[in-house]
């Protein structure tokens, strides 16, 4: 099993900054991709950002510019910087991974318990 711990969350005025953190731990072989995602009350789940085991990054519209996630793979650790924040990102944030558990193994999803932002206007 993969084990994902997020820290960072919070409350913060509309135009001030946040940064989230999230650990994988556990018998992890190897980690594809990793990213955010949030929930907002109300609504579906969405994609936030990614980013691959070779950095290479996805963003959705609505964060882009604002929003820049970043990874330590020595440490299997996945950041995002998140700049003027809106109130609209108000929402439970999700850390994911890709992760194999051995050589055969195949990729499954592993998911955080969630960490809340809350962004005041």
């Known amino acids: 099993q993969v084990q994902l711990v997020e820290s960072g969350g919070g409350l913060v005025q509309a135009g001030g900054s946040l940064r989230l953190s999230c650990g994988a731990s556990?018998?992890?072989?190897?980690?594809?991709?990793m990213g955010w995602y949030r929930q907002a009350p109300g609504k579906q789940r969405e994609l936030v950002a990614t980013?691959?085991?070779?950095?290479?990054?996805n963003y959705a519209g609505s964060v882009k510019g604002r929003f820049t996630i970043s990874r330590d793979n020595a440490k299997n650790t996945v950041y995002m910087e998140m700049n003027s924040l809106k109130p609209e990102d108000t929402a439970i944030y999700y850390c994911n991974c890709n992760a194999r558990l051995s050589r055969v193994d195949t990729l499954r999803d592993y998911w955080g318990q969630g960490t809340q932002v809350t962004v005041s206007s």
């Open positions: 980013i691959t085991s070779g950095g290479y990054t």
């Open positions: 556990g018998m992890i072989f190897s980690i594809n991709t």
